[in-house]
């Protein structure tokens, strides 16, 4: 009768939406401000195996990751703003060829451990959303591998509004993968 309870989770404090904090290693004045931030979904792709009477849908072997999403206050002088523009604007060449080479010698905090190619054009970011617990503690980390902006939010300013709410951007990522771990990077 003792063992009824070993599968009860111990902990009955709720995930808080508002606990958490984001470091993205290329744009750290982004990270200062974020206010919203998401662990994307996944979906697991179906194959469909044929049989004479009903076709069976079973699981596949791609996993579609969704895009990951933060949105952040807009400082008065746009340097945060600014820190995602350049990054998207240096990977698409929109002027010339030289945008990405004074982009890439940018004053930023890199992971030097990259693959060769990689580091070379440093077009990526790795960022953690450190989730925190009910004593706003951090209780679990989200780690994504080789981030990069690929929307930016328009800034939109209207002069005929009343009530002053500060700007806030969306910026959307793509990445390679993310995982969940503990405090220590063990898997969750």
Request: hydrophobic share 40%; net charge negative.
């Amino acid at each position: 009768m003792a063992n009824i309870f070993k599968n009860q989770i111990e902990n009955r404090n709720f995930l808080s939406p508002t606990a958490f904090k984001f470091i993205l290693n290329r744009a750290p004045k982004v990270s200062f401000f974020s206010n919203s931030a998401n662990i994307p979904g996944m979906t697991l792709g179906v194959a469909v195996q044929p049989t004479y009477l009903k076709d069976i849908e079973i699981p596949g072997d791609k996993i579609l990751f969704e895009d990951f999403t933060i949105r952040f206050l807009v400082d008065e002088d746009l340097k945060n703003y600014m820190e995602i523009h350049n990054w998207i604007r240096g990977l698409g060449y929109p002027e010339s060829l030289n945008d990405i080479t004074s982009w890439q010698k940018q004053d930023i905090h890199v992971d030097l451990s990259r693959k060769k190619g990689q580091k070379e054009l440093n077009l990526y970011s790795d960022g953690t959303l450190s989730v925190l617990n009910s004593s706003l503690n951090p209780n679990f980390l989200v780690k994504f591998k080789d981030l990069w902006p690929y929307i930016l939010s328009p800034v939109n300013f209207d002069a005929t509004d009343t009530n002053i709410e500060y700007f806030t951007a969306d910026v959307t990522f793509k990445y390679t993968i993310y995982e969940i771990t503990d405090l220590s990077g063990n898997p969750l």
